[in-house]
């Protein structure tokens, strides 16, 4: 059984637990001024020594969250998968869509008092875009060259791109991780122009944000946010119904009736894109012929992973990302076909395969879809040993390099997936996919103004991919934020991100 089949919780077994929880989590003693009325405690897990709160790097779930409440983005996607401006008070186009305009807001302060400008945008893309930076965004906003932007005014940037894009304001609004910092920042100081600034951060154990006083839009009714790094999510649910917390991301699905049973705790459910691939390696090793990846989606039985993996609390996905994005075509669907899947094998000469599946406890379900995974490859006579990670490995190049490993994704639209996981440009292509009739769509959904006829090119995109790709996935996860009843404003979150979003400014305390 693994870590999260456990006896029922209760708040007694929390009092007993939390001397040794709290060491094993390697923090101090939860202190009363942390409990203060106007203070969101949250727990997290999976932070390590050498976490960042560089807004655009590859970071966890804890910095990750409360990033996005000090660093804004000129555009943002919110929870129901809409954008909106945000530190942008316009943004326009010419007729060919390969030149645009970026208007600013005006009187925007940033957390040490320097009024926002164009040259804080400007040096903003140029950071993320460095390729000794490696800004995690990078081939989000690949299309730009950092050589043709021009400041027209204090406020107004202008962008003129080497070829069509139609996707701007998505590109820069897509997930949490292009956040605006000020000329010349280096990653030492955190100061952002968000709702929250930062207090001070211990790596791998707590991060405290207080309300940031002129901020430019509605002020945030919560005064401070700490974010606590725990060991397990056995330890989070401990310290929730003991009230050393008052809210934790990404409950355990199969422990979604407990809690919601639970004198004052609730729980947040959401129908997410989560997407969290295993991914095959395409360019080498046994997954490099397409019949050994065809044969080892078409073992998988969906409906038990859903089941097993997930508690029911899940819905079948069949390989590909973005069910929220409009483009999404539901009309691709594989069923399991084990004598299919053998007959692939032996066309291959892969019979009785053995290969190393790498998971780590980042997300409830992962490692016990990986479970499932090995059981059902018994079926067609191949063997999957499961190597199981800490979650701090997460990131790591082992991760990223491994033949058959997993991903980690929010749900967001589908060219920014694409773009950030196995498009031509992306930069976290861990399946290492390339396909010149994929690319090339990728290019032309790009420079694409008519929406239907951008729609249908995403749509032949997608066939490629599930006739293709490099992604096994059974299962998009629902969210599920567990939170105290005096915790007020939470709501559905189709992007998966829940509290990881780090939307604290709409919440309060009751």
């Known amino acids: 059984m693994d870590r999260l089949a456990r006896p029922n919780l209760s708040r007694r077994g929390f009092l007993m637990a939390s001397a040794a929880m709290t060491a094993v989590a390697g923090m101090a003693p939860f202190t009363t001024a942390l409990a203060a009325d106007d203070t ?35 555009t943002q996607v919110g929870p129901d998968f809409k954008l ?8 326009s186009a010419n007729a060919t869509v390969d030149q645009w305009d970026v208007r600013l807001k005006k009187g925007v302060e940033f957390h040490n008092g320097k009024t926002l400008t164009a040259d804080d945008l400007i040096y903003t893309v ?38 069509p894009f139609s996707l701007f304001e998505q590109a820069f609004g897509d997930g949490g991780i292009l956040g605006v910092v000020p000329e010349g920042y280096d990653g030492k100081e955190q100061i952002g122009t968000g709702p929250y600034k930062m207090v001070n951060m211990t790596p791998g154990q707590q991060i405290v944000i207080e309300r940031f006083e002129n901020y430019f839009g509605d002020k945030p009714a919560i005064a401070r946010v700490v974010a606590l790094n725990f060991v397990d999510d056995f330890a989070r649910v401990n310290a929730l119904m003991g009230g050393q917390i008052d809210a934790m991301n990404q409950l355990p699905l199969s422990l979604v009736p407990q809690i919601e049973a639970t004198s004052g705790l609730k729980v947040n459910l ?69 004598d299919k899947a053998k007959a692939l094998l032996a066309e291959a000469g892969a019979q009785n395969l053995v290969v190393e599946l ?30 199981k990670l800490d979650a701090a490995a997460a990131r790591s190049a082992e991760v990223q390099d491994a033949p058959f490993t997993f ?41 694409e103004k008519d929406d239907a006829a951008r ?44 509290l990881c979003r780090g939307e604290f400014a709409r919440l309060s305390l009751s």
């Open 455 to 498: 729609v249908e090119k995403m749509k032949a995109m997608q066939h490629i991919q599930f006739e293709k790709g490099g992604y096994l996935n059974a299962a998009f996860a629902m969210g599920a934020d567990a939170y105290s009843d005096k915790v007020k404003g939470l709501m559905e979150d189709h992007t998966g991100l829940g």
């Open 358 to 387: 790498l998971v780590a406890p980042v997300r409830f379900g992962m490692v016990e879809a990986a479970q499932v995974v090995a059981n059902q490859a018994k079926q067609i006579g191949v063997t999957v040993n499961i190597k």
């Open 40 to 74: 969101l405690r949250l727990g997290f897990s999976g932070g390590g020594a050498t976490d960042s709160f560089d807004p655009h790097a590859m970071v966890g779930q804890a910095t990750g969250s409360l990033i996005q409440s000090v660093f804004s983005q000129i």
């Open 270 to 338: 959401s129908r997410t894109g989560l997407f969290n691939p295993f991914s095959m390696r395409t360019d080498s090793g046994p997954f490099k012929d397409n019949r050994v990846r065809q044969a080892f989606r078409l073992m998988i039985d969906r409906e038990k992973v859903v089941k097993q993996a997930f508690a029911g609390r899940a819905s079948v996905c069949h390989d590909l990302y973005s069910p929220f994005d409009p483009s999404y075509d539901s009309s691709l669907v594989r069923s399991q076909g084990l």
């Open 84 to 91: 909106r401006n945000v530190l942008a008070e316009e943004i």
């Open 126 to 163: 140029r950071r993320i875009l460095d390729p000794k930076g490696g800004g995690y965004a990078a081939g989000q906003i690949g299309f730009i060259d950092t050589k043709a932007i021009e400041k027209l005014d204090e406020r107004t940037v202008r962008f003129k791109l080497p070829k």
């Open 407 to 447: 991903g980690l994704f929010p749900g967001l639209g589908y060219m920014t997936m694409a773009a950030i996981s196995d498009g031509p440009e992306s930069t976290l292509n861990t399946s290492r996919f390339k396909d010149e009739a994929f690319a090339k769509l990728y290019h032309d959904v790009q420079a």
